[in-house]
C-alpha cells in the first residue's frame, strides 16, 4: 500500500495566518455547514480549546509542501467507561475531491484508537451535506440515526445524521 498523500499534526500558534487565510478563502464552501475560526481572536479560542484533556485540533496537511488541507478535530472526549469523542472536520475549498479528507479521518480513526485509547467516534452531519456523508460512509462510519435540531450553525438549529465508527479491539478495556 502506498503512503497517503497526507499527514496529521496538531494545530499550532504558528499555525495561525496560513489556516485562517485557508479558512477566509473557503467561507462560502463551508455554509452553512461549519463556522470554522475566521478571525485572529476565534483562532486564539480555537487553539486553546485544542490544549484542554478533552480536545484534539488536528491538521491534514499535504505531505508534497506541508500546507494545510483541512481539520479535523477530535471533540468532547470522554474517558472512563465511555472512551468516546464526537468528530469535527473541514476541508480548504482548494483541496476539495482530492482525496485528502479521506486519508487524513482514516488517520485520525486511527490515532483516536490507538494513540488516545478511544472506543468510538461519532459524527453529526447535516442531512443535505452529501459529500460528509459520503466521507464516513467511505471511511468505514455506520448510520445510527437521526438527531434534530441538534446544533445551532449559522444561526439557525439544524438536524443531523449521527454516523458512528467502534473499535472492536478485544484488547481495548478500560483504563485504572
Known amino acids: ?84 469523542a464526537s468528530l469535527g472536520y473541514y476541508v480548504g475549498a482548494p483541496f476539495v475531491g482530492r482525496g485528502y479528507m479521506r486519508s487524513g479521518l482514516l488517520l485520525v480513526v486511527d490515532f483516536a484508537f490507538d494513540e488516545l485509547g478511544l472506543h468510538r467516534l461519532e459524527a453529526n452531519i447535516q442531512p443535505a451535506n452529501l459529500r460528509s456523508l459520503k466521507l464516513v460512509a467511505d471511511c468505514g462510519f455506520t448510520r445510527e440515526g437521526s438527531s434534530e435540531q441538534f446544533l445551532f450553525i449559522d444561526g439557525r438549529w439544524r438536524d443531523h445524521e449521527r454516523w458512528a465508527i467502534t473499535d472492536t479491539r478485544a484488547t481495548l478495556r478500560t483504563p485504572p
Open 1 to 84: 500500500m502506498s503512503e497517503p498523500e497526507v499527514y496529521i499534526r496538531r494545530v499550532e500558534k504558528r499555525d495561525r495566518a496560513e489556516f485562517l487565510e485557508l479558512m477566509l478563502a473557503s467561507r462560502e464552501f463551508h455554509q452553512p455547514w461549519i463556522a470554522p475560526p475566521l478571525t485572529d481572536r476565534a483562532f486564539a479560542h480555537y487553539h486553546a480549546r485544542t490544549r484542554r484533556d478533552d480536545h484534539e485540533g488536528l491538521l491534514v496537511c499535504k505531505r508534497n509542501d506541508d500546507h494545510i488541507a483541512g481539520v479535523i478535530n477530535v471533540n468532547n472526549v470522554v474517558r472512563g467507561s465511555f472512551l468516546s
